[in-house]
């Protein structure tokens, strides 16, 4: 018997979704070589938003508003709760560190602890799993164990 794949099957999946991942697997390497702790966050908070990207990417379609109107903006974790439901605890997540990662981006130093910092690339890392999974690849290696240093 022939086993059909589905449309989010590895074989499916868009170029795009692919590059995603990669790069949010750059990011969290360059999260975990980031010398100090803003740049750690951000680097790890930018992983997390290309991860979402990346399933987005391989699970979205393009919707047309209605004719003479526009769609309303919406920023990608509350896209990425309304195509995978069954991530909308991480988008919240997430969503809730965007404001963190802008002050750490912008350059303040008490934006984010280290404590902070290492907690979100350990997040980060676990769902760019998770989205792999769910997309139905196999994860990559996790970068951080639990009982690894970052630095």
């Known amino acids: 018997m022939t086993e ?10 868009p170029a795009t979704t692919h590059a995603y991942l990669l790069r ?24 997390a938003l290309q ?12 919707a047309l508003p209605p004719a003479g109107r526009r769609r309303p903006q919406r920023n990608a974790w509350v ?9 909308a605890e991480w988008a919240a997540f997430f969503a809730a560190g965007a404001a ?3 002050a750490a981006e912008a350059g303040s130093t008490r934006a984010v602890t280290d404590d902070e910092a290492l907690g979100l690339v ?3 890392d676990r769902f760019l799993g998770i989205v792999e999974r769910s997309l139905g690849l196999v994860p990559h290696s996790q970068l951080v164990a639990a009982d690894r240093e970052v630095g």
């Open 100 to 102: 963190k990662r802008a």
């Open 79 to 87: 896209l990425l709760a309304d195509v995978a439901p069954e991530l």
């Open 122 to 124: 350990r997040d980060a």
């Open 24 to 47: 949010a697997a750059d990011s969290l390497a360059e999260a975990l070589d980031a010398d100090d702790t803003p740049s750690r966050y951000a680097f790890a908070h930018v992983a």
């Open 51 to 62: 991860a979402a990207a990346a399933l987005l990417a391989a699970r979205s379609r393009p």
């Open 4 to 13: 059909l794949l589905s449309p989010e099957a590895p074989a499916f999946l």
